[in-house]
């Protein structure tokens, strides 16, 4: 037996969110599978960031995503893996977070008397 000769195919983007993403695919042609298919890497990475995620099993074809930054573009790639070893990675695909919305202000203050000019300061 061999590592898979082909990557998971037709890498997709749902559920995008502010802090999560969901990121599915295909499996990777069967002629090209060399055994069965025992899980998933996921890598993903910001400019900041990267992590792989090892998803066990080949039917689990989706995984969700959480705890991601706001409004920020993430690279996912996805290989194969059976008993033999790691196939390729598949081609870089991007998707950007949605933006979150504004946190909740506290500590509310004005300051100043000028009829012209007023101070405000607050927490997030």
Not at 57 to 64: C, H
Request: glycine share 6%; hydrophobic share 25%.
């Amino acid at each position: 037996q061999a590592e898979p000769t082909s990557s998971p195919e037709n890498i997709t983007f749902s559920s995008v969110k502010a802090r999560s993403l969901t990121v599915s695919w295909d499996e990777v042609p069967p002629s090209e599978q060399n055994g069965p298919i025992t899980g998933y890497l996921l890598y993903y990475t910001n400019k900041t960031f990267s992590d792989t995620i090892n998803i066990t099993g080949g039917e689990n074809r989706s995984y969700t995503l959480t705890e991601l930054r706001s409004y920020t573009n993430y690279t996912v790639t996805v290989s194969a893996y059976n008993d033999a070893g790691n196939g390729p990675s598949s081609d870089n695909q991007i998707q950007q977070t949605e933006q979150a919305e504004p946190g909740v202000v506290s500590n509310l203050m004005s300051s100043g008397t000028d009829v012209d000019q007023i101070s405000i300061t607050w927490n997030q």
